[in-house]
Structure formats: structure tokens, C-alpha cells
């Protein structure tokens, strides 16, 4: 079955940085775009980023622009996520999810549990 | 980027039918039929329960419906049960090549 498990999160200062990955299993990881998502404490979700299948296209939200950089390592069946310049409103619990179809559908049909990021001084 | 609205509670009696309106604009809801909708438990994995609108994962009760008009979508549960609790997000591809997520929406079943 589908599994992706998400890891790298922890407890790192404002203006460090931190890469957090995602390990997918039980699909050809291949051959679908990836996304992050994310959710503050006690707040919605908010999208971050998507890499499509062959790398070639990334896209991200204005709130990380800049400094987050999701990439992905299809012999290793990985995704990741390099955050820069990390602040305090990037404290959240960060999701990774399989896109199904065109990236831009947003069809995102399997999610990790996620992992905790805390941006504190 | 600011988010699609969506109220952010709704509640309903078991048996009952609710719908979870979310409003956008012409650049997304109402420019792309790419409108979702998620369901989420606190501390565990977002479920996707409608995509392209309207469609149902196949794993998805035939109770979990999706609709769209003009910068407007809507998701409808009918028959209400205790599970059906939870946060719901609607989102949509939006022009800027992003994805929006709404605020969401915490059904409450009475």
C-alpha cells in the first residue's frame, strides 16, 4: 500500500535552517508530482510547494519563496524540502502528498503523517 | 495569497444533510474545475473525499458530494453520521501556478 513518512522536523532558531524528507513506498514514486503542505499550530492547512514528476517544474508559495527549495531523488524514492532562513510562522506540522494526475489539479489522494517543525529562540 | 473562505463551523444532527460552502475568485474556483475537498482528524493524515469538483474516490461514501458555481464550490453530506466530524478544507488550483487551501471548516455532529 501507499505510505509516505515524513521526517526531519525538530526544534531549530530563527535564521537556521533545516531539510526535512519524505519516504515514499508502495507506488512507482516516479511517476508522480509531490507536494508539501503544511499546518500552523491551530491553524488550517496552507500549501507550500509541488515538484512535478520529472523534476522539472517547482512552484511554491509566496509565504517561502526564497528560501525553501523542494527537490526529490527518485533512485531513492525521496522527497525533500530545504528550509532556509527559517522564522517563526514556519512552525508548523509538515505534510507530504502524493499528487494524482496533472500537478496542477491538486488531487492529493495520499498523505504522511507528517513531522514538527519548531522555529523558537 | 489569501485563502478560499469557508466558515469556520458547521453542525448537524445524525441523519441530517449540511453543506460546507467555499468562495474564491475568477482566478481560481471560478477559472479551473480543479476544486478538492479534504477531511482531517487532528494528529492524523488529510483524506481527500472530492476532486475535479465533483468526483468521489472510489473509497469515498456515496453520502460526500461537490458542486461548483460561478467562484463558489460546495461540498454536501447527506445522511449525517458521528464520523463525519472533523476539520474540512476545499482548495483549488489557482492562476499564479499555486494551490490554495481554504480556512476550513469544523463540522460538529450533534
Known amino acids: 500500500q501507499v505510505q509516505l513518512v515524513e521526517s526531519g522536523g525538530g526544534v531549530v532558531q530563527p535564521g537556521t535552517s533545516l531539510r526535512l524528507s519524505c519516504a515514499a513506498s508502495g507506488f512507482t514514486f516516479s511517476g508522480y508530482s509531490m507536494h508539501w503542505v503544511r499546518q500552523a499550530p491551530g491553524k488550517g492547512l496552507e500549501w507550500v510547494a509541488v515538484i512535478s514528476f520529472d523534476g522539472n517544474i517547482k512552484y511554491y508559495a509566496d509565504s517561502v519563496k526564497g528560501r525553501f527549495t523542494i527537490s526529490r531523488d527518485d533512485s531513492k524514492n525521496t522527497l525533500g524540502l530545504q528550509m532556509n532562513s527559517l522564522r517563526a510562522d514556519d512552525t508548523a506540522v509538515y505534510f507530504c502528498a502524493r499528487s494524482s494526475g496533472y500537478y496542477k489539479k491538486g488531487i492529493l489522494d495520499h498523505w504522511g503523517q507528517g513531522t514538527l517543525v519548531t522555529v523558537s529562540s | 495569497q489569501s485563502a478560499l473562505t469557508q466558515p469556520a463551523s458547521v453542525s448537524g444532527s445524525p441523519g441530517q444533510s449540511i453543506t460546507i460552502p467555499c468562495t474564491g475568485t475568477s482566478s481560481d474556483i471560478g477559472a479551473y474545475d480543479y476544486v478538492s475537498w479534504y477531511q482531517h482528524h487532528p494528529g492524523e493524515a488529510p483524506k481527500l473525499m472530492i476532486f475535479?469538483?465533483?468526483k468521489r474516490p472510489s473509497r469515498v461514501s456515496s453520502r460526500f458530494s461537490g458542486s461548483k458555481s460561478g467562484n463558489m464550490a460546495s461540498l454536501t453530506i447527506s445522511g449525517l453520521q458521528a464520523g463525519d466530524d472533523g476539520d474540512y478544507y476545499c482548495?483549488?488550483?489557482?492562476?499564479?501556478?499555486?494551490?490554495?487551501f481554504g480556512g476550513g471548516t469544523k463540522l460538529t455532529v450533534l
Open positions: 475535479e469538483v465533483s
Open positions: 482548495t483549488s488550483y489557482r492562476d499564479t501556478n499555486t494551490v490554495v
